[in-house]
């Protein structure tokens, strides 16, 4: 199972728990949705990479968008605008509309594969990993993180797994987590857990010390913390710790009443997520981690 279809099939476990309310939150996700096929983002228009999140909501609830995508998808067909993340996202987003019948092209066709590797490759730095800024000497475990995800959901190999496990290696900080730049200190959480996933990806041995990081992130009265020292809790840290966790195999159950609080202050009645307690502003973004949370603690 690729990294992007193993976060849709946990997020769905989410309904388990919402019952009812599940109906809430695709009534919101479609509400989301504008004319032209994208969704909004933190403003009114559209947004590829928060149209990744609402079909990746939409699909883990078991519903479909209002609109058809066929023209938005078709507007960033030369890609030429768009930065690492939004080329990846471009590439997640084809990947999942491929289960509905939208008339929109996907990755079968060999040149077509072909054009999306040299654009991930135009991101490949000095030392053999994947970096969000071309040309860099290191690459970070989110550059890694998304190389790998948009390869696999493009049904090509990885071209050079030694060279993103050696990048990953110099990526891990002294106190056990994993960073986003060579030389930290200190981890971070969102980054720690990308970088389990793919050692487990790549059938590499999980560190015991990184797993141990990622619970002392974890604050008994809410979720988890950023990174050490972190002033809140927050829903993607939160997202992506239980993810990883329950991905590597750990028992959640320890973790699932106290996790089950925190994320219910973060939710809205009309369906959907915050990120922190200090921002009241929803959008699908957070609403799929909201949804990641719930489903992990579901397994």
């Known amino acids: 199972m690729t990294i992007k279809k193993a ?6 476990n989410a309904r388990t728990i919402l ?46 968008p209002n609109f058809p995508l066929y023209n938005y998808v078709k507007s960033y067909e030369s890609l030429s605008s768009l930065d690492f993340v939004h080329i990846c996202s471009y590439i997640q987003l084809i990947s999942s509309l491929s289960k509905y019948d939208l008339n929109i092209e996907g990755f079968d066709n ?9 654009k991930i490759e135009e991101y490949l730095s000095a030392d053999g990993g994947y970096n969000v800024v071309k040309d860099s000497k290191t690459g970070s475990v989110y550059g890694c993180f998304l190389a790998v995800s948009a390869y696999e959901e493009l049904n090509l190999p990885i071209p050079n797994v030694d060279g993103i496990l050696e ?4 990526l891990k900080t002294k106190d056990g987590g994993f960073s986003n730049e060579v030389g930290l200190q200190r981890g971070i959480t969102t980054a720690t857990s990308a970088a389990l996933i793919l050692l487990k990806k790549f059938n590499q041995q999980i560190p015991v010390q990184s797993i141990d990081w990622i619970l002392d992130m974890f604050n ?30 750990c028992d959640l159950d320890i973790l699932k ?28 973004e957070y609403t799929f981690y909201g949804l990641l949370s719930i489903g992990n603690l579901c397994r």
């Not at 976060?7 to 769905?12: L, R, T």
Request: hydrophobic fraction near 35%.
């Open 7 to 12: 976060m849709i099939s946990a997020a769905s």
């Open 19 to 64: 019952g009812d309310s599940s109906s809430l939150v695709i009534n919101y996700v479609k509400s989301h949705q504008n004319s032209d096929g994208g969704f909004k983002g933190r403003f009114d228009r559209s947004d590829l990479y928060y149209t990744m999140f609402g079909i990746d909501c939409l699909s883990s609830l078991g519903s479909t």
């Open 110 to 118: 060999p040149e077509r594969r072909e054009f999306f590797r040299k």
């Open 167 to 170: 990048c990953l290696n110099k």
């Open 220 to 249: 008994m009265t809410c979720g988890f913390l950023a990174f050490s020292g972190a002033p809140l809790t927050d829903l993607l840290s939160t997202a992506t710790a239980l993810h990883c966790l329950g991905e590597v195999g």
């Open 257 to 284: 009443e106290d996790c089950l609080d925190f994320i219910n202050t973060l939710w809205s009645d009309e369906g959907a997520f915050c990120g922190n307690w200090g921002d009241d502003k929803t959008d699908v």
